[in-house]
C-alpha cells in the first residue's frame, strides 16, 4: 500500500485518522504491520500490502444478502443463487416478521481478521508471484475485456471517464473486473481504490492492477460498504457494477456514499433494472420482502432511497438485457 494512501483512509467507526503501528516497507510501500484508530482502540492489520479495515466483529467474505438479515450474521452457504430458496422455505410473510422481530441470540459474533488472513496466506504468494494471472489464460481474457467491454460496461466507462474524477472509489468490487477496467480508461494521475470485504479477492484486484501498470496509484482495501473507511468528501466519484443485489443494508449504503463524495460528486451505477429472481420467487413477494429487509427492490426504489438521503438522481438509461446506468449526485452546499 502506497503511503498517501493514509490520507483518504480513517476508522470505518468513529472516522478518526488511523496511526501507524509496527509498519515494515518494501521500495516504499507499506507491506505488513497495522492501522490503528485510539479512539476506539481498534487494530487494522496490513498483510502482504493490503490493509483490512473492517471491525473484528464482521464476517470477512461474502454471505448473500438474505442470509445476512435472516441469521443475524451466521456465515452459511447460501441456498440456491442469493439464498432465494432459503426466502421460498420460508415464506415472505415468515420471513418478514423475522426481519421485523428478529431472534436474540445468546452468542456474540466475534472473527479473527488475522486467523482468516493466514488461512490465504498460501493463496495470497500464488496470486503475488505472478502464476495465478498467467494460469488459465487469465492475463489473455483479462486485457479481452478491457479492450472489448460490453456496450453497457462501454457507456458506464465513458460516463466515469466524462467526470475527469482525480478520486475515484469503486464499492463491492469482487474480483476487480469493473474497476480495472476504470482504471485501464481514466487518467494514470487518478487514485482509485476498490473496497471488497471478501478477503481472497483482494490480492487478485491489486494483480489485475499491477497487469495494467496501474498498481501505484491504485488500491485494493478490504472494507464494509456500509461502513466505508475514507474520510468524509475525499472521492470525486463513487462506482459500482452489478453489485446492489449482493448488499444489506442499501439505505446505510446511499448515506455512506454521500458522506465519501465531495460536492457535485456522482455515484454511477450499473445494475439490474429489477432483482434478477431466476423463477424461484415472484417479483411483488421479492420486492415486498427487500423493501422490509433494505435490500434492492428494483431501480425506482434505488431512486425513491437515494432521495430520500439527500442525493439528486441526474440521469437514469436503460440498455441492453434491461441493465440500467445511473448516475446520483452530492449537491452543491
Not at 111 to 138: F, T
Not at 151 to 173: G, R
Not at 179 to 196: G, K, M
Not at 242 to 261: D, N, T, Y
Request: proline fraction near 4%.
Amino acid at each position: 500500500m502506497n503511503r498517501v494512501t493514509l490520507n483518504y483512509l480513517c476508522c470505518p467507526r468513529c472516522r478518526e485518522k488511523l496511526t501507524e503501528r509496527q509498519i515494515r516497507f518494501r521500495h516504499k510501500e507499506l507491506i505488513s504491520g497495522s492501522l490503528c484508530c485510539e479512539k476506539c482502540s481498534e487494530e487494522f492489520p496490513v498483510l502482504h500490502g493490503r490493509p483490512v479495515l473492517l471491525s473484528h466483529t464482521k464476517i470477512h467474505e461474502w454471505i448473500a444478502p438474505i442470509d445476512e438479515v435472516l441469521s443475524q450474521g451466521e456465515n452459511r452457504k447460501p441456498d440456491g443463487p442469493f439464498s432465494l430458496n432459503r426466502l421460498k422455505k420460508i415464506g415472505v410473510e415468515n420471513a418478514i416478521k423475522l426481519v421485523q422481530k428478529p431472534e436474540k441470540k445468546n452468542t456474540v459474533l466475534t472473527c479473527d481478521i488475522l486467523h482468516d488472513l493466514k488461512k490465504l496466506e498460501g493463496r495470497i504468494r500464488y496470486i503475488q508471484s505472478g502464476s495465478w494471472i498467467s494460469a488459465r489464460d487469465r492475463k489473455k481474457k483479462c486485457v479481452e475485456a478491457l479492450e472489448n467491454p460490453s456496450k453497457s460496461v462501454q457507456k458506464f466507462i465513458e460516463a466515469v471517464v466524462s467526470k475527469k474524477p482525480k478520486t475515484l472509489l469503486d464499492l463491492a468490487s469482487g474480483s476487480g473486473s469493473s474497476v480495472t477496467s476504470l482504471a485501464y480508461n481514466l487518467p494514470a494521475d487518478t487514485s482509485i481504490f476498490a473496497v471488497e470485504r471478501d478477503l481472497k479477492c483482494l490480492w487478485i484486484i491489486q494483480e489485475k492492477f499491477r497487469m495494467i501498470k496501474r498498481s501505484n496509484n491504485s488500491e485494493a482495501i478490504g472494507g464494509d460498504v456500509r461502513e466505508l473507511p475514507f474520510q468524509d468528501e475525499s472521492m470525486d466519484v463513487v462506482s459500482s457494477i452489478m453489485a446492489l443485489q449482493e448488499i444489506s443494508g442499501i439505505s446505510i449504503f446511499l448515506r455512506e456514499i454521500k458522506r465519501v463524495l465531495k460536492d457535485d460528486g456522482s455515484y454511477f451505477a450499473l445494475l439490474n433494472r429489477e432483482p434478477w429472481l431466476y423463477g424461484i420467487i415472484s417479483l411483488d413477494e421479492y420486492k415486498a420482502f427487500a423493501e422490509v429487509a433494505d435490500l434492492y427492490s428494483g431501480i425506482d426504489a434505488l431512486i425513491g432511497l437515494a432521495l430520500k438521503t439527500g442525493l439528486t438522481v441526474t440521469d437514469y438509461k436503460v440498455g441492453e438485457k434491461d441493465l440500467c446506468l445511473v448516475e446520483i449526485r452530492k449537491a452543491k452546499k
